[in-house]
């Protein structure tokens, strides 16, 4: 389930939200071959193979567990979490003394902060996801052939999911509880900079599960193997049923390089906001505020902003102090260097910004002669994440939303909405920008596959 990123994209090498410890082997590493050990001489290969066959047969208590005995589960995970919010913000404060140390950015810390209102937070979210229909079981569509067979596709689990990730234990809750919910065990790789944090939740889950009667091995942790347990995870097919890394662009292309176990790739959000020659600039001005500024270090937070000539002489004196005022770091070809208020942090834009992920204070700012250039320019840089376009022009809005090839075109409204929660969709285990079985946020429904049941009455086939 693999979706390589286009080859006609730049090399330019993006900042990512990689997390430097936690950077996967490449290939011809030495931790990428034959039977990797840990420092104590552990047989990684064999500890990670036992936690899948551990995680596969538990997901079999899941087959015919009861939409109501998931969601006890969901609501005694949630009840736990709160419980030992001082156990996990004492990890978590660990974890981002570490992060300070070894000169994490800012965004990243807060990726990995946890408060007290955060856990509560995230509790509250497996709390929403109970409320939620259960996908599994789910007729997807269903027929009666001429011959009288009785068709139906059905939803059913994965299995068992892998996950690796970086620097955001709010994922570990966020991956346990959808994968309970749709019927899937878990085995997480949450990375060195939370490996505190995500060592106490994972315990906290498990230690609830158990309470209601349900395996703790249906959310386990490979953690403490390091990089070669997550090498190992991505060997482990027939194990390990689906793969999803969600991170920095490093850990995601070496996942889909080495991985033999499927992989549903998360994207990295290089992604842009369009204002139109026929935009409202009243109305696009907070849409650009808050897709860069509401927050950074997230992949759905603008990376890139394009403005038509025509409305530029209008637009960018208003748009370029507001975004000063907000701390953010413009870098902007000629026209907005021209346009720059005094005391703005200015940079000349280069090739490479334009295909960078910032995730900071920062934004690439152009200025377009027409809509087919601000398409051609994002079909060049984009990630495959979002696209925004400002506009009243309904044609604008259709070359936009047809032209354009993204897991999201979003229109007159922030980038910051592609989201699970935002759209509804409750907690979601990342932001597919594949074009294979998952698209966009992935949640429930997009952590099931299907069987087909057939019915007959003694048929044969002529």
């Not at 538990?58 to 919010?85: G, Q």
């Not at 490996?195 to 249906?218: D, F, H, K, T, W």
């Not at 020659?277 to 500024?293: M, Y």
């Not at 060049?380 to 400002?390: D, F, L, P, W």
Request: glycine share 10%; charged share 20%; net charge negative.
């Amino acid at each position: 389930m693999t979706e390589t990123t286009a080859a006609d994209r730049p090399a330019a090498e993006p900042a990512t939200c990689a997390d430097p410890a936690n950077t996967l082997a490449e290939p011809g590493d030495g931790a990428a071959a034959g039977t990797a050990a840990a420092g104590d001489g552990t047989d990684v290969r064999a500890a990670v193979v036992a936690i899948a066959r551990a995680a596969k047969t538990a997901a079999r208590s899941l087959a015919t567990a009861t939409r109501a005995t998931k969601d006890a589960a969901l609501h005694a995970m949630a009840d736990a979490l709160v419980a030992n919010t001082g156990r996990i913000t004492a990890a978590n404060a660990v974890d981002l003394e570490r992060g300070r140390e070894r000169g994490m950015k800012d965004s990243l810390l807060d990726r990995l902060a946890l408060d007290d209102a955060r856990v509560a937070a995230i509790a509250d979210a497996l709390r929403e996801l109970a409320a939620l229909p259960d996908p599994v079981g789910e007729v997807v569509r269903g027929s009666t052939l001429p011959n009288g067979l009785r068709l139906r596709q059905v939803r059913v689990p994965m299995g068992v999911v892998g996950m690796i990730y970086e620097a955001r234990p709010n994922v570990t809750v966020d991956a346990a509880g959808l994968a309970l919910k749709s019927g899937n065990a878990v085995v997480l790789r949450g990375g060195t900079a939370a490996a505190g944090s995500n060592e106490v939740i994972v315990a906290v889950l498990g230690e609830a599960l158990a309470a209601r009667g349900l395996p703790a091995e249906l959310i386990q942790s490979v953690d403490a193997y390091g990089r070669a347990g997550a090498v190992e995870m991505m060997r482990a097919r027939g194990l390990i049923d689906v793969l999803v890394p969600r991170g920095g662009a490093d850990l995601i292309q070496t996942v889909v390089r080495e991985s033999v176990v499927p992989v549903i790739e998360t994207g990295v959000g290089n992604c842009h906001v369009y204002v139109d020659a026929a935009a409202d600039l009243a109305q696009a001005l907070p849409i650009v505020l808050n897709s860069k500024t509401q927050r950074t270090g997230v992949c759905n937070a603008a990376e890139t902003l394009l403005v038509h000539r025509d409305v530029a002489p209008a637009f960018l004196p208003t748009v370029l102090p507001a975004l000063g005022e907000r701390g953010v770091t413009v870098h902007g070809d000629d026209a907005v260097a021209a346009a720059a208020p005094a005391g703005l942090a200015f940079a000349p834009a280069t090739e490479a910004d334009w295909a960078t992920e910032y995730l900071s204070l920062d934004l690439a700012v152009r200025v377009v002669d027409s809509l087919d250039e601000a398409l051609e320019h994002i079909r060049r840089y984009s990630s495959g994440h979002t696209e925004v376009i400002c506009t009243r022009d309904t044609t604008a809005v259709r070359r936009f939303t047809t032209e354009l090839d993204s897991a999201a075109l979003i229109v007159n409204a922030s980038s910051r909405f592609t989201d699970g929660g935002q759209l509804g969709l409750g907690a979601e285990i990342g932001i597919s920008t594949q074009k294979l079985h998952a698209r966009g946020p992935m949640g429930l429904a997009e952590l099931t596959t299907t069987t087909w049941i057939v019915e007959g009455d003694g048929h044969i086939r002529e």
